[in-house]
């Protein structure tokens, strides 16, 4: 495997920026980057009443969802992510926005800014490059190393994608959506999402950019 599972009896650092973002060193996770223009505001705002209204059907107090979310039992945790994760996922596939990352080479500039720093600050394992979004899986040593390495990624990949296309201002989503993998099954699967995803959109070749790992 590319590293090791989640073990959720291990120690982890929760870092809060605009959500809750869970890493421990070696782990694998699960990576989206999305296109700032790829899902809309009122969408956004939709599904955060929706998943407010999620927790207040388990009768928890009126607070935001974020803020509840790690008080859940793993079970409860896990329908969550399914429930929403999917949602997010079924939503980017119908391609919002300008994509243009169905450009192969703006595509281009975010993998290669990916496998940049490969077996030095990281292990990049699967990826796809999509219209409007990206599906990563990787492994850090440490949180922080992970934590800046998705900054600079974002930054690094708006910078030389606008200047590709005389643009400025945002071109990512200020933070992306990661999940800690919790088993080798759960790696599997979501190896094979990524390889699958293209397919599942019904995106031609030449239209996404798809790089498999191989140990």
Known sequence: MLGMPFDPKSEVLIGERLRPHWSRAGAIVFVTFRTHDSIPQSVLLRWDREKNDWMKRLGLPQQNWSTLLPLLSEKDQKDFHREFNRTREDFLDTFHGKCLLRQPELAKIVSDSLLHFDGDRYRMGDFVVMPNHVHLLAAFGCPEQ???????????TAVQINRQIGATGSFWQQEP?????????????????????????????????YRRYEP
């Open 146 to 156: 992970m934590r800046e390495q998705f900054d600079s990624w974002l930054h690094y």
């Open 177 to 209: 959506f990661d999940h800690l993998v919790r088993s080798s099954e759960q790696y599997h699967y979501l190896r094979e999402y990524i390889f699958q995803n293209p397919g599942k959109a019904r995106l031609r070749d030449g239209e996404y950019l």
